[in-house]
């Protein structure tokens, strides 16, 4: 079951806060490559959601850890955190706005598409 203390969704500014500080999480992007190649943020391990279901064991082991889940405006990254919730990642989130806010609030000269 998830914590109460995990929303779903979590902000911008505290997964920066979090990759800032070098918090113990795990940082994923479940865009596609083609959308990887365009902008990425640093710290973030490419896992697209078309490969998930085949690739999830590479996750094995950090069931416990928090994860944080981003894509390019937070819809299959949502799609991603809930999934892995009922796959016993209790701790899965969303970002909030996915790299396309980031760009925005974080890093204003990323590559926006």
């Known amino acids: 079951m998830s914590d109460p203390a995990d929303p779903i969704e979590v902000s911008i500014p505290e ?4 990759r800032d500080a ?9 865009r596609e490559p083609d ?13 697209p ?11 094995a082991g950090h069931e416990d850890r928090r994860v944080v889940i981003h894509c390019h405006k937070g819809g299959r990254s949502l799609r991603v955190a809930n999934w892995l919730r009922q796959q016993g990642f209790a701790r899965a989130q969303s970002m909030a706005g996915g790299i ?3 760009a925005i609030d974080v890093e204003p000269g990323m590559a926006r598409y």
């Open 100 to 102: 396309d806010q980031w």
């Open 35 to 47: 959308e990887y190649a365009i902008a990425a943020i640093e710290g973030a391990q490419l896992l």
């Open 22 to 30: 070098g918090a113990d999480f795990l940082f994923i992007d479940c």
């Open 15 to 18: 997964v920066k806060e979090l």
């Open 49 to 59: 959601m078309s490969t998930l279901a085949e690739r999830v064991g590479e996750l």
